[in-house]
C-alpha cells in the first residue's frame, strides 16, 4: 500500500510519516517514507518551485511510490502534493493509494512556521496557499484538521483509519 500525506507546508506530514513508519515497523512491516524535500536533495535540487516544477518532483515521487508498492513495500509519502489531477494519476497507477489531507490553516502554518519556510520565503518566491495554488481534495480518503488536535491525536486517526481498512495487524 501507499499512504500518500498531503496538505501545505507546516500540516505535519513528515513529523506523522514519521510516526506512521515507526509504528509500521513495531508491525513488523517493511516500509519506507519518502519525503518531498528528499527527493529534490537526491537530485541536486535541479528543480525550482515554479508549477512546472513541482509537476515533475511530483511525478518523480509517484514513481517511486509505483515501485515501492511493485516490491511489496508500504510507502509512506510525505509531499505537499498541490495538484489534483497528479493525485488522481497517483491513484491511477498506485493499486493501493491512500491519500490523507491534512488539512491545516494557512494562517497558523504562517505564524507558527516550523521550518522558516515562511519567513524565508514570502516575498521571494510563491509558496503554496500563498501566490501557489493548493487543490483542495476532491477525492482523499481522509482528512484530518490539524489544528484541532495534537500530534498524537491526529496519529491515531491514521492507525484507526488503517485498522479499518486493513485489519487488526495494524493495531
Same mark, same amino acid.
Not at 43 to 54: E, M
Not at 81 to 86: A, D, I, K, M, N
Not at 111 to 139: A, E, H, S
Given at each position: 500500500?501507499?499512504?500518500?500525506?498531503?496538505?501545505?507546508?507546516?500540516?505535519?506530514?513528515?513529523? /506523522?510519516? =514519521?510516526?506512521?513508519?515507526?509504528? /509500521?515497523? #513495531?508491525?513488523?512491516?517493511?516500509? %519506507?517514507? !519518502?519525503?518531498?524535500?528528499? *527527493?529534490?536533495?537526491?537530485?541536486?535540487?535541479?528543480?525550482?518551485?515554479?508549477? =512546472? &516544477?513541482?509537476? #515533475?518532483?511530483? =511525478?518523480?515521487?509517484?514513481?517511486?511510490?509505483?515501485?515501492? &508498492?511493485?516490491?511489496?513495500?508500504?510507502?509512506?509519502?510525505?509531499?505537499?502534493?498541490?495538484?489534483?489531477?497528479?493525485?488522481?494519476?497517483?491513484?491511477?497507477?498506485?493499486?493501493?493509494?491512500?491519500?490523507?489531507? /491534512?488539512?491545516?490553516?494557512?494562517?497558523?502554518? *504562517?505564524?507558527?512556521? !516550523?521550518?522558516?519556510?515562511?519567513?524565508?520565503?514570502?516575498?521571494?518566491?510563491?509558496? *503554496?496557499?500563498?501566490?501557489?495554488?493548493?487543490? &483542495?481534495?476532491?477525492?482523499?480518503?481522509?482528512?484530518?484538521? !490539524?489544528? &484541532?488536535?495534537?500530534?498524537?491525536?491526529?496519529?491515531?486517526?491514521?492507525?484507526?483509519?488503517?485498522?479499518?481498512? %486493513?485489519?487488526?495487524? %495494524?493495531?
Amino acid at each position: 500500500m501507499i499512504i500518500w500525506l498531503i496538505g501545505i507546508s507546516g500540516a505535519g506530514k513528515t513529523t /506523522l510519516g =514519521k510516526l506512521l513508519e515507526q509504528h /509500521l515497523k #513495531e508491525c513488523n512491516k517493511k516500509c %519506507y517514507l !519518502v519525503d518531498g524535500d528528499e *527527493v529534490r536533495s537526491l537530485f541536486n535540487n535541479d528543480l525550482g518551485y515554479t508549477d =512546472k &516544477d513541482r509537476r #515533475e518532483n511530483i =511525478k518523480r515521487i509517484i514513481l517511486g511510490a509505483y515501485l515501492l &508498492d511493485k516490491n511489496d513495500i508500504i510507502g509512506i509519502i510525505c509531499n505537499i502534493s498541490p495538484f489534483q489531477e497528479l493525485r488522481d494519476l497517483a491513484r491511477d497507477k498506485i493499486k493501493d493509494y491512500n491519500e490523507i489531507f /491534512l488539512d491545516k490553516d494557512l494562517n497558523i502554518s *504562517v505564524r507558527n512556521d !516550523v521550518k522558516g519556510m515562511y519567513k524565508n520565503n514570502i516575498g521571494k518566491t510563491d509558496i *503554496v496557499g500563498i501566490g501557489q495554488r493548493f487543490d &483542495d481534495p476532491i477525492t482523499c480518503d481522509l482528512r484530518i484538521k !490539524v489544528d &484541532d488536535m495534537t500530534e498524537d491525536e491526529s496519529f491515531k486517526i491514521i492507525k484507526d483509519y488503517l485498522v479499518r481498512k %486493513y485489519g487488526e495487524e %495494524y493495531e
